[in-house]
């Protein structure tokens, strides 16, 4: 089969895909891999982001309803999932694709955080995919057997200056979907993250010093960086029926980054600038 017409993965299942926001975005890749695979979901996003985004170019491209929501209000969230289940039907599969982090937007050193800013920045980022699981198990919109996927970052177990207080933020994400896993596992539902490597989206570019994690990972990695699209297909995977068995885990989609150690061309960078150091 043609891989750009599908293997027919997700057909007939039904998802709600948070976190799209133009076409560099990985939750855009993922609604189009989706797409592709036969799937039928809404899109979510903050109202704010709704304004700042080409999500209505997505919708017309999936067939899939843009059903706003603020993941810091309660209600709200409440209300998509309700939402979510007249629109669509209950639901076979959720990405979580949201992180922001006031203090990384303003420059502020770890050291000199805004509380009331890192407060916002766990709560959009982490807590909120407590509130998604919770609201879309207790309103019934969520099926027996579904897979969630939270997106996350390395940052979680290694610290990256640069990234501030999102690396606690996804520490903290981790943790809930772990927790969250042990409690769902009885419906057969999976929840894992995956840790996918510095990408160039619309979100990530925005981190001071995002160039340098990339082009560090990407001489790290003996597969080099993945692109949104390769997680795309790699999320594909795990909410579909051949990952029924796979829960509580953090993957890591990063071209190998996480295990190797260093890699030849950058021990040929650093003895070039050792080199260049001691010329003469």
């Known amino acids: 089969m043609n891989y750009t017409e599908g293997f027919g993965l997700l057909k007939g299942k039904k998802g709600l895909i948070f976190g799209a926001l133009d076409d560099r975005s990985i939750a855009w890749r993922v609604a189009l891999a989706c797409h592709r695979e036969g799937a039928s979901f809404a899109l979510s996003n903050a109202p704010v982001a709704l304004r700042l985004g080409s999500l209505k170019e997505l919708s017309e491209k999936t067939g899939a309803p843009v059903i706003p929501c603020?993941?810091?209000?309660?209600?709200?969230?409440?209300?998509?999932?309700?939402?979510?289940?007249?629109?669509?039907?209950?639901?076979?599969?959720?990405?979580?694709?949201?992180?922001?982090?006031?203090?990384?937007?303003?420059?502020?050193?770890?050291?000199?955080?805004?509380?009331?800013?890192?407060?916002?920045?766990?709560?959009?980022?982490?807590?909120?995919?407590?509130?998604?699981?919770?609201?879309?198990?207790?309103?019934?919109?969520?099926?027996?057997?579904?897979?969630?996927?939270?997106?996350?970052?390395?940052?979680?177990?290694?610290?990256?200056?640069?990234?501030?207080?999102?690396?606690?933020?996804?520490?903290?994400?981790?943790?809930?979907?772990?927790?969250?896993?042990?409690?769902?596992?009885?419906?057969?539902?999976?929840v894992n993250t995956v840790s996918q490597a510095p990408t160039i989206t619309s979100a990530g570019s925005g981190i001071k010093g995002f160039d340098g994690m990339f082009t560090f990972a990407e001489k790290m990695s003996p597969l080099g960086n993945p692109t949104a699209d390769d997680c795309a297909d790699y999320c594909v995977t795990l909410f579909s029926d051949l990952t029924r068995k796979v829960t509580m885990q953090n993957l890591f989609h990063d071209g190998g980054f996480v295990t190797n150690g260093i890699s030849e061309e950058l021990m040929q960078d650093l003895f070039d600038l050792h080199a260049k150091k001691h010329e003469g």
């Open 70 to 190: 603020d993941v810091s209000k309660e209600d709200e969230v409440e209300k998509l999932m309700l939402d979510v289940k007249e629109q669509v039907g209950q639901l076979d599969f959720i990405l979580h694709a949201i992180g922001m982090s006031p203090n990384v937007r303003k420059s502020k050193p770890y050291e000199d955080l805004n509380y009331t800013f890192f407060q916002q920045t766990l709560d959009i980022s982490a807590i909120s995919l407590h509130k998604v699981i919770h609201y879309a198990n207790a309103t019934g919109t969520l099926n027996d057997g579904a897979s969630i996927l939270a997106l996350t970052y390395i940052g979680a177990q290694r610290i990256f200056s640069k990234y501030s207080d999102m690396n606690d933020a996804k520490a903290l994400l981790e943790s809930i979907a772990r927790n969250y896993g042990s409690r769902l596992g009885e419906r057969g539902i999976r």
